[in-house]
């Protein structure tokens, strides 16, 4: 179990001596040194080439998913809790829950997101089993059997345990995340689908002062900043973008920026990925193209249903950032495959 984060009243704790900042920054330093790197300790996306440009994800560090409805937000989530879990299966062969990934869905209940598991682990379609069609039942039962056995913690409601429903403010996640923790199970990452679907937090702050979202979604980002340090594991967390963006030419790309709500959003993630799926702009057999400078034509883009392009538009520590990637999504399982980039 780790350290407990403390609410303090002695300043002094915030106060780092030049010996003190070293010799904390040394024992960080060994520990990944320990863990094999950055590699190692950090938990990479599972998208070639754009793990070639991003860094792992690395305990205490946050990173926000940014997209308008309908643009992947969800779907990239999923794949990074499916991915990660995928991972630590891997290192942990026997079977045993000691590291875990937690998905949180606020926007979904259990079931939605199970199914597309179960689809991502067989041939079957996950709208034939939204609406109960199942065309295999061994296969069903042999995706069953195996995400049985993935460690991935699900923090949500559920449409057959009416009777468990639990409202999903933060305070009641963060006692989740601190029951799971209790257990001696070691949270490697958390996964949350998506930040602006949070709901009021009657326990953070007084009704009066908290009717005003934008200070309820400030507050939530920085409370999550802060679980990615109390859990030592990164969090990735959706983002939605606010409304009336401009398009220029049919290309979009939302920026940092155009996160609804609040600018504390980009202040405290550590990376930032932007999606768009162009046929929710333009229709599918289209043609578009991006202007990188003025009177310049830049890459060209036939739009196809499953066309995603994704902008790494932050990442934190002096590391490369701009990079746009342009590639297509394997609905059933959640791969994402790059063609290129520029």
């Given at each position: 179990?780790?350290?407990?984060?403390?609410?303090?009243?002695?300043?002094?704790?915030?106060?780092?001596?030049?010996?003190?900042?070293?010799?904390?920054?040394?024992?960080?330093?060994?520990?990944?040194?320990?863990?094999?790197?950055?590699?190692?300790?950090?938990?990479?996306?599972?998208?070639?080439?754009?793990?070639?440009?991003?860094?792992?994800?690395?305990?205490?560090?946050?990173?926000?998913?940014?997209?308008?409805?309908?643009?992947?937000?969800?779907?990239?989530?999923?794949?990074?809790?499916?991915?990660?879990?995928?991972?630590?299966?891997?290192?942990?062969?026997?079977?045993?829950?000691?590291?875990?990934?937690?998905?949180?869905?606020?926007?979904?209940?259990?079931?939605?997101?199970?199914?597309?598991?179960?689809?991502?682990?067989?041939?079957?379609?996950?709208?034939?089993?939204?609406?109960?069609?199942?065309?295999?039942?061994?296969?069903?039962?042999?995706?069953?059997?195996?995400?049985?056995?993935?460690?991935?913690?699900?923090?949500?409601?559920?449409?057959?345990?009416?009777?468990?429903?639990?409202?999903?403010?933060?305070?009641?996640?963060h006692r989740v995340l601190q029951l799971i923790d209790s257990k001696n199970i070691n949270i490697r990452g958390i996964v949350l689908d998506y930040l602006q679907a949070l709901?009021?937090?009657?326990?953070?702050?007084?009704?009066?002062?908290?009717?005003?979202?934008?200070?309820?979604?400030?507050?939530?980002?920085?409370?999550?900043?802060?679980?990615?340090?109390?859990?030592?594991?990164?969090?990735?967390?959706?983002?939605?973008?606010?409304?009336?963006?401009?398009?220029?030419?049919?290309?979009?790309?939302?920026?940092?920026?155009?996160?609804?709500?609040?600018?504390?959003?980009?202040?405290?993630?550590?990376?930032?990925?932007?999606?768009?799926?162009?046929?929710?702009?333009?229709?599918?057999?289209?043609?578009?193209?991006c202007s990188i400078f003025k009177g310049e034509t830049g890459y060209k883009l036939l739009v196809q249903e499953n066309?995603?392009?994704?902008?790494?538009?932050?990442?934190?520590?002096?590391?490369?950032?701009?990079?746009?990637?342009?590639?297509?999504?394997?609905?059933?399982?959640?791969?994402?495959?790059?063609?290129?980039?520029?």
């Open positions: 179990m780790k350290n407990k984060i403390a609410p303090t009243k002695d300043t002094r704790q915030m106060l780092y001596w030049p010996d003190e900042a070293v010799a904390l920054t040394h024992d960080h330093i060994m520990s990944m040194q320990a863990a094999g790197g950055a590699w190692k300790a950090g938990i990479p996306l599972g998208i070639n080439q754009i793990d070639e440009y991003v860094a792992p994800l690395l305990p205490g560090q946050l990173m926000t998913i940014l997209g308008r409805p309908q643009n992947f937000k969800s779907g990239m989530l999923e794949w990074i809790a499916r991915h990660t879990a995928n991972w630590l299966r891997k290192e942990n062969p026997d079977g045993a829950f000691t590291d875990v990934v937690v998905f949180i869905s606020t926007e979904n209940l259990l079931e939605d997101t199970v199914i597309n598991d179960l689809a991502s682990r067989s041939d079957l379609d996950p709208k034939d089993l939204s609406n109960g069609q199942v065309s295999d039942l061994s296969a069903l039962a042999r995706a069953e059997a195996d995400l049985a056995g993935i460690p991935i913690f699900r923090v949500c409601n559920a449409m057959k345990a009416i009777d468990r429903y639990q409202p999903l403010y933060l305070t009641n996640v709901p009021l937090d009657p326990e953070h702050r007084d009704s009066g002062t908290f009717q005003n979202r934008r200070l309820q979604v400030r507050d939530d980002i920085y409370r999550l900043r802060d679980m990615a340090a109390e859990f030592s594991c990164p969090v990735w967390v959706g983002v939605q973008t606010r409304r009336g963006i401009e398009f220029q030419d049919n290309w979009y790309m939302p920026q940092m920026s155009d996160a609804e709500e609040s600018g504390a959003i980009e202040q405290r993630s550590s990376r930032m990925l932007n999606l768009w799926m162009p046929k929710t702009r333009v229709p599918v057999g289209t043609e578009v193209s066309s995603i392009v994704i902008k790494v538009t932050k990442q934190q520590g002096r590391l490369a950032s701009g990079q746009t990637f342009i590639g297509s999504v394997d609905f059933r399982t959640g791969q994402t495959t790059i063609t290129s980039s520029f």
